[in-house]
C-alpha cells in the first residue's frame, strides 16, 4: 500500500550517518535512483557495489529497506533518493483467481511509478495553464531578452564614456574661455596707458617744439595701436564667448547623455539595464533561483520566485478541480456523493445521495444512471463481467467467452422407462430433442425439438444409440428458416450407434432441427436403456463447437 504522496527523500550528511532508508518495495537495486551532491552543488549517481550498497531488495520488510555507504556523508553534502523503476506493466493476471497480493504488487508499482514521474515533472519549468505559448517560443523570448540586455549594457558603457568625453571637452572649452577673457583685459589695460602718454606728449608741446612734434607723432601711432589693441581684445572677447557656448553646449550635452542611462552607484554583478520607455534603467540582479519574467503591467522585467505549481488543497479528501483556476473543493460529509453541477462556482459538488432509489433491491444489485434517474441493476450469474452494453448507454452483466464455445444438445429419456419406440415414415421427420446439455457462451436455445444457434462457424457432431431396427433410416442436420439448407447427412441400417459430422456458417441466427427418414418404407425402432432403470439416459447427441 502506497502510504504517502511524495516518496522523493534527502539526507543530509553530518560525518557520522552511514545508512539512508528508503521508503518502497524494490526487486531491484536499479529501482532505487541515489542521487549525491557534494558542497558546491554537482550532482552524480551513487552506484551499488560501488559507492555504496543497496539493502532490502526482494523483502516486504520496511526495517531492511536501507542503503549503506562505507564511510560517513560529510557535513554540506546531501543524498537524495527517489524511486526509479522501469516504465512498464509486467503482471500477468490471467483468468486466474483473484489475488489480493499480487494485485496490490501491481498497483503500488503503478503508483510508484506516477510519483516517480510527478517528481520530475515538479522539477520542470511549466506555462500557466492558460498560456497558449509553447515552450520553444517561450525559451526564444528570454533568448532575445538575454540578447537585448547585453546590447542595453555595452550601449550603457559607450554612453557612459562618451558622457566622460562631453565634460572634460566641456571643461577645456571653460579653461579656453577664461585665458580668453585675460587676455582681452591686458589688452585693454595696454590701450588706456597708451592714451594717458599721448595726453602728457601733447600737454609739453609748447615747450618743447621739436619734441612736440616728435610726441605728437608717437601719439598717433600710440593711438593706433590703442585701437588695434582694442579690437584685439573686442575679438579675443567674442572668441571667449564662442568657447563659453561651447563649453555649455557640451556640457547640456554631458547632461543629456548622462540623463539618457539611469546607473545608480554602486552596480554589482549580475545587474542588467532595460528601457523603460524614456531611458536606460538598470535592474538589480535576483536572488538564486528566481527567473527573470516581464511584470503583471507588461511594462518592464522583474525577477520572480518560480514555485512551480503549488497545490490549493489543504484537508484530507479535498477534490482539486477548475473553475476560473486551479482551486479547492473541500470534502463533503460522510456519505455524500460527487456530482457534477454547472451552476456552481467549481462546476462541482458534494451532495446527498438520492433518496428516490429503485425499490425493492436483492442482494448484489447495482444502480446505474438511465440519463433520468437511477435504475436497478440485477446481479449477475456467478463468474460473469460488468460490462458496457453494445449500445454504449448502460452496464450490463455477461458471461466471458473464449477462443470456442461449446453447445451440446441431446434427447433424454427419463430412469422410469426401460425403452421408447419411434416409427419411421418415407418423408422427413423431426427427431426429438429436449435437452440443453451446455452451453456455458449463451449461443444457443431448443424448444419443441427445434435448435436455434447464434450466427458464426460451427464444427458439428450428430451421435445416436439403437438397439433394434426394423427400417433402414437415414438422418440429416437441417438449417430449416431463410434459405433451407442440408447441413450434414447421415444414417444407413441401424443396428447400433451412428454418428456424423461436418463444418457450417451461419450468416444469421438460423433454427436448427435434426430429421430422420425410411427411404425403403415406414417401420420403427427401439431405443433401450439396457434395462438399467436407477439413471436417466441420452439416446441422440447433437454437438456444436464454435471456431
Known sequence: MIETANYRLTYT?????????????????????????????????????????????GSNTEADWYIASTDPLPSGQRLVLTPNFELTQETDFGRRPFDPDTHETAFDKLTLLIQQLQEEIDRCVKLEVGSDDTTTEVLTNLSEIQRDCAASETAAATSETNAATSATAASASATSASGSATAAAASATSASGSATTSATQAGNASTLATAAGNSATAAAASETAASGSASSASTSATAAAGSASEASDSADAAAASAASVNIEAGPVAGDMLYYDGNQWKRLAKGTAGQKLQINSGATAPEWATSGGFTSPLTTKGDTHVFGASDDRLPIGTDGQILTAASSETLGMKWDDVPTELPSSPSQGDIIYYDGSAWTKLAKGTAGQKLQINSGATAPEWATESSGTSFIHFAHKVANTTNGIVENLSSSWATCSINTEVADPASLASVSSNVITLAAGTYRFRVHTVVTQTSAYVSLRLRKTNGTAATLGVGGGHLQGPTSFEGRFTLTESSTIELQQISPGGSGGYTYWNGGNTGEDIYIRHVVFEKE
Open 13 to 57: 550528511g553530518n560525518d557520522a550517518n552511514t545508512e539512508f532508508e528508503y521508503k518502497w518495495p524494490i526487486t531491484s537495486a536499479s529501482e532505487v535512483l541515489i542521487t549525491h551532491i557534494d558542497a558546491d552543488g554537482v550532482e552524480s549517481e551513487w552506484v551499488d557495489g560501488v559507492d555504496c550498497t543497496v539493502h532490502g531488495v
